[in-house]
């Protein structure tokens, strides 16, 4: 079955503590991609990556870093989380960056 | 910077009455895209429009492009408590790989 599986799905921690949120799609798509949702400001860019150690700035990167080390896996770092990253995470992944995309199922994060 | 912009933010509609929701982007786009995400779950493709003018149907829902392609348009007609949710639309700029999702409009299902 294709699909894109985001890791954990919720997670409370605490300032600075670094956390990883891990994604991974078998459908062998080139492109993938990291937003966050926020109330009122729909979906927002923070990184994209084309293909495999091929990554890219979005709308909104401080704060995070991503690594694609491996076409399967784009997992999404945050090195000293702050309140401000809390917000609900979703991972999309796409044949390329031209097509529609599959969505992960999410990861609400709380920081406190 | 691009700007994609949603109206109604929030649609309330009577079960069986028709709607639509409107999407506009400050700048001319190379396609765009529309999305659905249920209460608590993610967003999940619909549609992709790319020329100038094209208009798509999905059973009841109805999709199209402005003749600009700056602006986009979903209409779902006789409404159902399963149409609740968020559409997102997300515009691609003409220059470059860019996808950006306008606010969303979220629909409640009178029955």
């Known amino acids: 079955e294709a699909q894109v599986t985001q890791n954990p ?16 799609q078998n459908m062998n798509h080139e492109y993938m991609s990291w937003y966050r949702q926020d109330p009122g400001l729909g979906l927002r860019q923070i990184y994209y990556s084309m293909n495999v150690e091929v990554t890219d700035k979005g709308d909104v990167p401080e704060g995070y870093k991503v690594s694609r080390k491996e076409k399967r896996n784009f997992p999404l770092i945050l090195e000293s989380p702050s309140p401000n990253q809390t917000s609900l995470y979703f991972c999309a992944t796409g044949v390329s960056a031209n097509y529609g995309y599959t969505f992960g199922s999410g990861t609400r994060l709380t920081v406190v | 910077g691009q700007q994609v912009m949603q109206i109604p933010q929030y649609q309330h509609v009577q079960e069986g009455e028709d709607f639509t929701t409107y999407c506009n982007s400050s700048t001319t786009l190379s396609n765009i895209q529309w999305y659905k995400q249920r209460p608590g779950g ?29 602006n986009s348009s979903l209409h779902i007609t006789a409404t159902q408590t399963t149409d609740v949710g968020t559409y997102f639309c997300a515009g691609r700029a003409a220059a470059g790989n860019k996808l950006t999702f306008g606010g969303g409009t979220r629909v409640l299902v009178k029955p």
Not at chain 2, 42 to 70: C, D, N, W
Request: glycine content about 6%.
């Open chain 1, 9 to 24: 799905r919720y997670l409370i921690t605490v300032t600075g503590k670094k956390l990883t949120v891990t994604c991974s």
């Open chain 2, 42 to 70: 993610h967003p999940v493709f619909l549609i992709q429009l790319v020329k100038s003018g094209e208009v798509k149907k999905q059973k009841r829902l109805t999709f199209q492009f402005g003749e600009a392609k700056k």
